[in-house]
């Protein structure tokens, strides 16, 4: 049987595709291997775990939907609930617009940009509990140095943040309000990537510096906010340190988030609880990506 010139050359392609097929495959399957070992299988279990009685010990007996009406008609869960919505509104602008400002300022490369570029990123070499721990010594009452320079004003000053309300609420806030290094950097890459032809025509049209920042600069940098926001809503989202090492969802429960109270469950052997409060936190996560995603509109492209 004789094979015409057009058939061979069909053949030779499609061995070839099937050998690219299979390099992709070979390639892709470790880190197929690693997220469903490491995240995909740990994430059923916990989904299924939280409709279940279990101390981690014995078998978890399936008790329905229990686990979720005893959290939702918790006190201190509905409180974190509260003060996740709040720490996420303050990091969502506070925070996030802070960070971006700042990654600006650096981009225009003023006066002393890079020792400032340096003393900026020092907090992202210090963990988040000697960062805690500073921070409460920061705000004591007796040896801090805030109320020790309130004093000079207002002698009488006497707050102990951490352990009075409504002021351990925003003591904890300002661990971290601030900190917005991550952004920065992310805002600053995009800024640095932006192509000089843009600025160069935006010049010949004759824009100013303000103008080129705010109609071209930051709508290009729509996708590192975007990022910027995710990370910053779901450090929010799975903040624990700062907390437990400060006030321990103190005082009464006016600090207390979602991450305090499934440590707390799982120190009580009360598994299945604990994992509710980690599948809520699952939930809250993804909502966030979505919403974000749609409003920054970060799949479509920017170019």
């Known amino acids: 049987m004789v094979i015409s010139k057009k058939e061979k050359t069909h053949k030779i392609k ?66 974190s609930l509260k003060n996740l919505i709040a720490w996420s509104v303050l990091a969502m602008t506070v925070h996030v617009g802070f960070g971006t400002l700042v990654a600006f300022i650096l981009y225009k490369k003023p006066f002393g940009w890079k020792f ?50 409504p ?31 843009i600025h160069e025509a935006a010049k010949i049209d004759g824009a100013s510096s303000w103008q080129t920042t705010l109609k071209i600069n930051l709508p290009l940098c729509r996708n590192a906010i975007g990022t910027g926001v995710i990370c910053s809503v779901t450090a929010r989202i799975a903040m624990y340190e700062s907390i437990i090492l400060t006030t321990a969802g103190g005082p009464g429960d006016d600090t207390m988030n979602i991450p305090v109270i ?31 995603n749609k409003v920054f509109r970060m799949n479509d492209s920017i170019y």
């Open 14 to 79: 499609k061995i070839n595709s099937k050998k690219k097929l299979f390099w992709i495959y070979l390639f892709i399957l470790p880190s197929l291997i690693i997220f469903i070992t490491f995240y995909l299988v740990p994430i059923i279990t916990v989904f299924f775990t939280s409709f279940t009685k279990w101390d981690g010990f014995n078998s978890p007996q399936f008790v329905g939907i229990k686990n979720y009406i005893k959290l939702f008609k918790n006190d201190a869960f509905l409180i």
């Open 116 to 165: 400032t570029r340096t003393v900026f990123m020092i907090p992202n070499v210090i963990s988040v509990a000697a960062w805690a721990m500073i921070y409460k010594f920061f705000f004591h009452n007796d040896i801090g140095i805030l109320n020790n320079l309130i004093r000079f004003v207002n002698p009488s000053f006497n707050v102990k943040w951490f352990y009075q309300s």
């Open 167 to 197: 002021y351990a609420f925003w003591a904890i806030t300002l661990t971290w309000v601030f900190y917005a290094v991550v952004v920065t950097l992310i805002v600053l890459g995009d800024l640095m990537a932006i192509p000089s032809d």
């Open 262 to 292: 499934l440590v707390n469950s799982l120190l009580d052997y009360r598994y299945g609880y604990a994992n509710t409060s980690g599948v809520i936190m699952f939930v809250i996560g993804m909502i966030t990506l979505l919403i974000v």
